[in-house]
């Protein structure tokens, strides 16, 4: 019986370690190397990225492996190639191609609309 529950808490533990949320760090929500992601004031529309085409490409969307999983805050919209993109709080999240290093935030206030993503 005690192999039984030991194995089924390592099976647990495994499975767990797989699913890397965003974080937070430093006041900001990070991805799981710790590279800024950002909010876009033009997602309205619940469950939607607004961010497509050239924007897409300077603001790429922040996805999901396929094993992770929504929790809590943390969800998952339907993104392109049949990917799922990382929200906080139903707001999708999004890398920035100006940031080249973890803590970056060069996209921080671009055109008023695009703000560090923000634990709250």
């Given at each position: 019986m005690i192999k039984v529950i030991l194995c089924v808490l390592a099976c647990a533990a495994s499975a767990a370690?797989?699913?890397e949320s965003p974080k937070v760090q430093?006041?900001?929500?990070?991805?799981?190397?710790?590279?800024t992601?950002?909010?876009?004031d033009r997602d309205t529309a619940p469950?939607?990225?607004a961010c497509t085409g050239g924007c897409a490409a300077i603001w790429p969307a922040a996805?999901?492996?396929?094993?992770?999983k929504p929790s809590g805050d943390w969800g998952l919209i339907a993104a392109a190639q049949g990917k799922h993109q990382?929200?906080?709080?139903?707001?999708?999240?999004?890398?920035f191609s100006g940031?080249?290093?973890?803590?970056q935030k060069?996209?921080?206030g671009v055109k008023g609309i695009w703000h560090v993503a923000r634990p709250g």
């Open positions: 370690s797989y699913a430093g006041g900001m929500i990070v991805d799981d190397d710790g590279m992601l950002y909010t876009f469950g939607a990225s996805i999901a492996d396929s094993y992770d990382w929200t906080y709080k139903g707001h999708p999240l999004y890398r940031d080249k290093a973890a803590g060069n996209g921080d």
